[in-house]
Structure formats: C-alpha cells, structure tokens
C-alpha cells in the first residue's frame, strides 16, 4: 500500500505561481511512476504531468511550458508541481497520483488539494 498526502494548493492570481508537494508513504520502493491530475467541477479527471522513476516526463498540452514536475529518486516519496503563468482555466482540485508495482498494477491516489486562480 502507498499513502499519498498533497499540499500547496490555495489562491492565486492569474499569472501567479503555485507549488504543489505530494508526500508518499509506505510501500514507496515499489513506485514507478508519480504524477498529478486535476478535475474542475463539472469535468472528468484530466492528466496534468507524470514522471518515472528514471526522469522522464510528459505534460498535457495545456500546461507544457507552464509546469515543471519533479520528484526526489533518492528516497521516492517526495513529488512536486511546480505552476507558474497560472491562468483561471487551471482552477480545479489536483491530486497526485502513484503508479505501482509490477506492470504498474496498483494505482493509488491522494485526497486532493484545491488550486484556484482568480482573474
């Protein structure tokens, strides 16, 4: 079992910056790959960016340039989502994600953390 604790969310002005911390415990040496997701109200849950456990990442379009993830391979418990040029349309509730396992069999989520970004 992985548990998945997010924070930094809050409010922002348009063009402001965020950063998100997502903090992992327990089984974390079987992690793969972390990532964050996001759902505004009235939407399905959305991929914002993963990373793998070798470096490798991938941004939904919207946030390419935007977003910058991380994540400290040394002890993999710890990802980041750094947000800057924050825009209203990122308003929504993000929540991290881990990927575990072999095959990435398990998939275990945190509760959330609320981003708002007023214009």
């Known amino acids: 079992q992985v548990q998945l604790v997010e924070s930094g969310g809050g409010l922002v002005q348009a063009g402001g910056s965020l950063k998100l911390s997502c903090a992992a415990s327990g089984s974390t040496f079987s992690i793969n790959v972390m990532g964050w997701y996001r759902q505004a109200p009235g939407n399905q849950r959305e991929l914002v960016a993963t990373i793998t456990r070798g470096g490798s990442t991938n941004y939904a379009d919207s946030v390419k340039g935007r977003f910058t993830i991380s994540r400290d391979n040394a002890k993999n418990t710890m990802v980041y989502l750094q947000m800057n040029s924050l825009k209203p349309e990122d308003t929504a509730v993000y929540y991290c994600?881990?990927?575990?396992?072999?095959?990435?069999?398990?998939?275990?989520w945190g509760q959330g953390t609320q981003v708002t970004v007023s214009s």
């Open positions: 994600n881990a990927l575990a396992g072999l095959g990435n069999t398990y998939d275990f």
